[in-house]
């Protein structure tokens, strides 16, 4: 076996040892972590590809991603219902 070989073994030898360590995002908790954390904000479940809102480490209100992207207005009335607010209006990303 040649060294360039033996130097792409080595390599992919490091990268068997390296260590994955979670982001430390809401994104990436678990509902568990996020009650426990008593946790409040909007996050993006991957898993059921929902927006969620969060209050103090409760579940509050969920819609899928596509249908808050699609009908904004949608959104706004849950938002608006979990909080008890009279009006709610998203600003529009940019480049949109």
Same mark, same amino acid.
């Given at each position: 076996?040649?060294?360039?070989?033996?130097?792409?073994?080595?390599?992919?030898?490091?990268? *068997?040892?390296?260590?994955?360590?979670?982001? *430390?995002?809401? *994104?990436?908790? +678990?509902?568990?972590?996020l009650?426990?954390?008593?946790?409040?904000?909007?996050?993006?479940?991957?898993?059921?590809?929902?927006?969620?809102?969060?209050?103090?480490?409760?579940?509050?209100?969920?819609?899928?991603?596509?249908?808050?992207?699609?009908?904004?207005?949608?959104?706004?009335?849950?938002?608006?219902?979990?909080?008890?607010?009279?009006?709610?209006? +998203?600003?529009?990303?940019?480049?949109?």
């Amino acid at each position: 076996m040649n060294t360039k070989n033996l130097n792409i073994i080595k390599q992919f030898e490091s990268a *068997d040892k390296e260590e994955f360590k979670r982001p *430390d995002h809401p *994104d990436f908790l +678990s509902s568990l972590e996020l009650k426990q954390q008593k946790w409040s904000g909007i996050r993006s479940n991957s898993i059921t590809q929902e927006l969620e809102i969060w209050a103090l480490g409760e579940l509050r209100g969920s819609m899928p991603e596509l249908v808050a992207q699609n009908f904004p207005e949608r959104w706004e009335a849950l938002y608006a219902e979990v909080f008890a607010l009279h009006h709610v209006e +998203s600003n529009p990303q940019k480049g949109n």
